[in-house]
């Protein structure tokens, strides 16, 4: 089927007829224009036709219930399934049926009922959504803070976190997943304060995700002095935080937000907690999402503290055992490594955020025991694309891995299949199949960057080149969250704008304090 052109506007037949006899100057003086006209004895009239024709019948029609069923055909585009086949069509066709997929396939696409929605989109590229098993869409504070001043990471981004409210997470949250989904996240695994607030955003703006609360016993602002001190009744606070978000949150926006337990990390989660935590999460059957293994002093603390890896941590707490994600698992031993890969922990692999800090996952010896990972973006930068470029080119740099072992086919599947199966959603989400829900994206190949984008594997085009500004559209459970670049469920403008205006005014605020010291 050809893409067509619309039609240029112009009055129906059945409005001429019925506008003729009762304004005979009307069509006949602007026969080539087609531009209606009334003369000023015509005006009042023809005001009188208009409510009666458009106002009353609109009104009507808004106010009755329409079907259910909406029913959309893409086609004329490249389309790149992530399926088990690996298929990817030249010129294809996806057929969405409410928050579904009910057909896909290569060259013209079938004939539809009529009311079906059709887009043609010749020199754009289908794909599924990304999912993000790693974020802090709250992060997204510390922007351009935290990659260049030595110690930014305790000796900024965490003081600074005292001045989040549970009003204002709400607007820097959103701020953060309009950028991952305008990226092309559908899907994010989120930890951070006020989380409520984070889930709310998620729920408007049209996200799939798993929402936690970062729960943690001392006060983290003190970590930089290496200050792990307990803060009296905060842990308890924290984790029953956690139990009403589940019991508020969990399954809202039609089943798309899931709420899981979120201890921080194994240096701010005693054991006693971390097996609390475990237990409860195992009483409500949620996942898990923590921190392990980012940072020397975590090593150092863990080693004195507890007498063991922030790895075996996990096994020694329960955490391990639970449906987990390991976000990092940077400073490990051969044999954490080895006990990461025969146990099949989950681990969230967030190349970019390590490259800015100057050091990386050992991961020859991830490749060598085969440990089970997918990417995430973390914080700051929700960028895939970029994150894709870095972990291809470390894991061929460090971990010795050719062109062919580490290349743009295995980033893809990182951010798709093997990721949604990591969180336990490779049924729903991940590829684009008949049955799974309708999440995807559709990237605007036209871009001189892109170009010429050849067929021998377009993936390997897109991962070495995209920007991820090329993002067009997002269709997240059968609804368009992003079209012609910009979101259409929330005010994208005045959105980034209140979310600005909050984190420059806590940024303020902390070099005051820090230059009262």
């Known amino acids: 089927m050809a893409c067509r052109q619309r039609p240029a506007h112009r009055p129906t037949p059945l409005l001429e007829s019925a506008l003729s006899p009762l304004f005979p100057s009307l069509l006949k003086k602007h026969t080539h224009s087609h531009a209606l006209l009334p003369s000023k004895k015509e005006k009042p009239l023809l005001f009188t036709f208009y409510i009666c024709y458009k106002v009353i019948p609109y009104y009507h029609i808004s106010n009755v219930k329409e079907e259910s069923t909406i029913q959309t055909l893409l086609y004329g585009a490249q389309i790149i399934t992530q399926n088990e086949q690996d298929e990817i069509h030249k010129e294809g066709w996806i057929l969405l049926k409410d928050d579904r997929i009910i057909g896909i396939g290569a060259g013209a696409p079938p004939e539809v009922p009529e009311g079906t929605v059709k887009r043609c989109l010749p020199g754009r590229v289908i794909m599924p959504g990304i999912v993000n098993i790693h974020t802090h869409v709250g992060g997204t504070l510390f922007k351009g803070l935290t990659e260049d001043i030595k110690g930014a990471f305790c000796g900024l981004a965490f003081p600074m976190e005292r001045f989040i409210t549970r009003e204002s997470m709400y607007s820097i949250s ?9 990226f092309g996240s559908t899907f994010i695994d989120d930890l951070y304060h006020f989380p409520e607030s984070t889930a709310r955003a998620a729920e408007e703006l049209g996200l799939h995700g798993i929402i936690a609360q970062k729960i943690y016993d001392p006060d983290l602002q003190n970590l930089h002095d290496n200050d792990y001190s307990s803060v009296p009744g905060q842990a308890a606070q924290k984790l029953q935080a956690n139990v009403d978000l589940y019991e508020t949150f969990n399954g809202r926006g039609n089943g798309r937000i899931e709420i899981g337990f979120a201890p921080h990390a194994t240096d ?3 054991i006693a907690l971390a097996k609390e935590i475990a237990a409860t999460a195992g009483k409500y059957h949620a996942p898990i999402h923590t921190h392990v293994a980012q940072t020397p002093q975590e090593i150092a603390h863990d080693r004195e503290a507890y007498g063991m890896t922030p790895v075996e941590y996990l096994f020694e707490t329960g955490l391990a055992q639970q449906k987990l994600i390991a976000a990092h698992c940077v400073c490990v031993t051969e044999n954490d490594v080895r006990l990461l890969a025969e146990n099949k922990v989950h681990v ?5 955020v390590f490259f800015k800090a100057g050091y990386f996952a050992p991961v020859d010896l991830w490749h060598k025991y085969g440990v089970t990972y997918a990417l995430g973006t973390d914080w700051v930068t ?24 580490a290349g743009a086919k295995l980033a893809f599947r ?7 199966r990591l969180v336990g959603k490779e049924k ?4 684009l199949e008949v049955g799974k829900k309708a999440d995807l994206i559709v990237m605007d190949a036209r871009e001189p960057h892109l170009q010429p984008m050849y067929d021998l594997d377009i993936r390997s085009t897109l991962v070495w080149n995209a920007t991820g500004n090329e993002v067009e559209t997002v269709i997240i459970d059968g609804k368009t969250i992003v079209d012609g670049k910009r979101v259409l469920t929330v005010d994208e403008t005045a959105a980034t704008q209140e979310a600005t205006v909050i984190c420059h005014k806590y940024l303020a605020r902390q070099l005051g304090a820090q230059n009262q010291l």
């Open 428 to 431: 729903e989400i991940g590829s």
């Open 174 to 182: 959103m701020l953060g997943a309009m950028e991952a989904v305008k």
């Open 414 to 420: 990182k951010i798709t299949m093997d990721a949604a």
């Open 382 to 405: 929700l960028n895939p694309w970029t994150n894709m470029r870095i972990y291809l080119g470390c894991w061929r740099t460090l971990g010795g891995l050719d062109e062919q072992q």
């Open 268 to 270: 701010t989660v005693p």
């Open 348 to 352: 969230a692999h967030c190349p970019e």
